[in-house]
């Protein structure tokens, strides 16, 4: 184990297995594991237990009272080597957890990069989290659930097992949800219905203008003016197929295995 004396306080416990690279900073009472990879630059702060098979890039931060790598809360679980990675860049705010995968599921619960995983947060067996998530205070995730690049999940959300929250969605505070959340779109309420586009994240994200008008008609074809949500993906795909972010949006409806929300009668997509 490389160890800079001056970066890592006296009272930190570190496996002399554990592989911490240079500059890496540890503070007070952090317990590091024998399996675990800390890339350089990464900050670790006080009273944070990172154990089992974790994999941590290069510039990360983890606040104080985080927990990394515990074993699942999964009654299946007995022990097996599953792990976590952590993308370059990412933020973990105080009293994170981040539990290990397991065999049925990935095996491993990944974080992307540059995402941002504010306080009290929670991210489950096998979830798989896009570059640029970010979740708000106390978000509740279930196992195997999947986010997808530059999303936001507002703080008090919970997200039910096996969703998939697509890319550039935003799920509003305080929601809940037991079906897939399409890329693109907001959602709020508990277990309710979309409410239109995300357009503002679209456009600070610098969406096109051509973009964000093909997805808002396919958004309105699907779910206000056809008869089936099937019927309009197939008129959605027919009339702006050649729109890669339409495509994106009518692909994931139609493989959603969880099924997606209706539309809000009243939603507004401005």
């Not at 659930?145 to 096996?162: E, K, M, P, S």
Request: charged share 20%.
């Amino acid at each position: 184990m490389k160890r800079n004396i001056a970066d890592i306080h006296a009272t930190a416990i570190i496996s002399p297995e554990a592989e911490i690279g240079e500059g890496v900073k540890i503070g007070p009472y952090s317990i590091i594991g024998p399996d675990v990879q800390i890339g350089a630059r990464s900050v670790i702060g006080p009273h944070v237990v990172i154990e089992g098979h974790v994999r941590i890039a290069e510039d990360v931060q983890i606040f104080q009272f985080a927990s990394i790598g515990a074993p699942p809360q999964d009654l299946k679980y007995t022990g097996e080597p599953t792990g976590v990675e952590i993308g370059a860049g990412t933020v973990i705010r105080e009293g994170v957890t981040v539990h290990r995968g397991t065999e049925e599921g990935r095996g491993v619960t990944s974080i992307g990069r540059l995402c941002m995983l504010m306080a009290y947060s929670h991210v489950a067996h096998d979830c798989k989290l896009g570059d640029n998530v970010i979740l708000a205070n106390s978000v509740a995730m279930g196992g195997h659930v999947t986010i997808g690049r530059h999303a936001t999940i507002g703080g008090l959300c919970a997200i039910h097992q096996f969703c998939t929250i697509g890319e550039y969605a935003f799920m509003g505070g305080m929601s809940g949800t037991n079906k897939d959340i399409p890329p693109y779109t907001m959602y709020w309420g508990q277990r309710e219905n979309l409410s239109g586009l995300n357009t503002i994240g679209l456009r600070r994200h610098g969406f096109s203008a051509r973009a964000i008008k093909a997805l808002r008609d396919a958004y309105r074809i699907i779910f206000t003016t056809s008869d089936t949500v099937t019927q309009g993906v197939a008129i959605a795909e027919q009339k702006y197929g050649d729109v890669p972010e339409v495509r994106k949006f009518t692909e994931f409806i139609r493989t959603s295995k969880r099924g997606v929300p209706s539309s809000a009668p009243s939603e507004k997509m401005a």
